[in-house]
């Protein structure tokens, strides 16, 4: 497994802009397809974007097409998320997760997960 720490999280207005970072440590990385997750208070944690290996393939949850963009730097065992036009609805904790499977969704496909940073979009 590899482990994972999330970092860039904090206060924004709505239309604001964050960039969110999840560092790796193994030499590992670019075996695992990159995944962010997040959890709102009292919902369930969902999925937001999945990036490949090489980091040519990516797939968005439709809430956040257009806004939010993902890329990884494998020589930095790093992967990150651009996250623009913010609306208080993104408001939650982000999780970075890592999975070995093909084509990952699910919270179950990913078998290392990060302590999570918060953000919060005010209105």
């Known amino acids: 497994q590899v482990q994972l720490v999330e970092s860039g999280g904090g206060l924004v207005q709505a239309g604001g802009s964050l960039r969110l970072s999840c560092a790796a440590s193994?030499?590992?990385?670019?075996?695992?397809?990159m995944g962010w997750f997040r959890q709102a208070p009292g919902k369930e944690r969902e999925f937001v974007v999945r990036i490949g290996r090489t980091g040519g393939i990516t797939y968005f949850t439709n809430s956040v097409k257009g806004r939010f963009t993902v890329s990884r730097d494998n020589a930095k065992n790093t992967v990150y998320l651009q996250m623009n036009s913010l609306k208080p609805e993104d408001t939650a904790v982000y999780y970075c997760a890592a999975s070995s499977k093909w084509g990952p969704l699910a919270t179950t496909d990913f078998s290392s997960w990060g302590q999570g940073t918060q953000v919060t979009v005010s209105s």
């Open positions: 193994g030499r590992t990385f670019s075996t695992y397809v």
